[in-house]
């Protein structure tokens, strides 16, 4: 069944506001090596039980201090308030129609020149300002969020981390496996995925699971799931000509000529797609209106 959210849009401002400073303040807790946050990372606060795996509020303190490193690399949050809303608004409606809703996310666009966008464990998600420029309806920021909300649902980056040394052979992660040189082990796991997220970037396959994420929930949202494919086919054109890749979408993600191939085999799941919205306008009055 298709949810169509798009009305509902002003429906959810409250809780899809911009994000706040309150927000981006605590992630600079992390920098502190007192702050609770930090400590997660020496094994000085336990907050996993020794029969459960990652949970949700460890994850999103992974998931902040990365955000934190992204910040730094990428730029802070364009200061645009409407903006912010705006792409918070839509990024909470697609969320809402992903295979994990049930957790929070935000949403905010950095002041960055770099074409990409990048998602940390539990559910904070970066998208450039040089991204969203080249966008032109809502579909297809629908389509860009709704991937990275994809990895998030997956928990792709975790999962990349798992497989590195540290943790194989480790079903779950308790606070003894944080001490001592196991702390300094940990955090060069967090090191790891520092690496993997904004250098390397996910394998091949999570990323075609995450374009594939993004049809879908796209589509279950009321948009046209192409939209991933138009925006697929604009960093195509801009490849052809760009000198410097570092940290861009074309270096931390798979050739974009497979990915738009496989997308558009997948197209015929959605014989109605041709019908589906694009939303220029309100796009237009939101975006293109606040460069």
Sequence with gaps: MRFFLLVALAAVSVSATSVSAGFFDK???????????????SGASQLLSSSQEIDYKTERYIGE??????????????????LQRYVNLVGTAVAG???????PYQFAVLDSPVQNAFAVPGG???ISRALVSILDDEAELAAVLAHEVGHVSAKHALKSTQRAQFFQG??????????GNKGKQFASAIGDMQMVLFDKGLDKTMEFEADLAAMETTYRTGYDPSAMIRVLEKLQKLEASSKDKKG????THPPLAERIARLKSQLRK???YAIMTSVQGRF?????LNK
């Design 65 to 82: 201090s990365l955000a934190l490193e992204g910040l730094q690399r990428f730029g802070n949050p364009v200061k645009n308030e409407s």
């Design 97 to 103: 129609n992903s295979k994990r809703a049930t957790i």
């Design 124 to 126: 904070v998600i970066f």
């Design 27 to 41: 992630m600079q807790n992390f920098a502190n090596p007192d702050s609770k946050e930090s400590k997660i990372f």
């Design 170 to 179: 480790v079903g779950t992660i308790t606070a003894a496996s944080l001490k």
């Design 248 to 251: 861009s979408w074309f270096s």
């Design 270 to 272: 959605y014989p109605d």
């Design 284 to 288: 237009g009055k939101n975006v293109k």
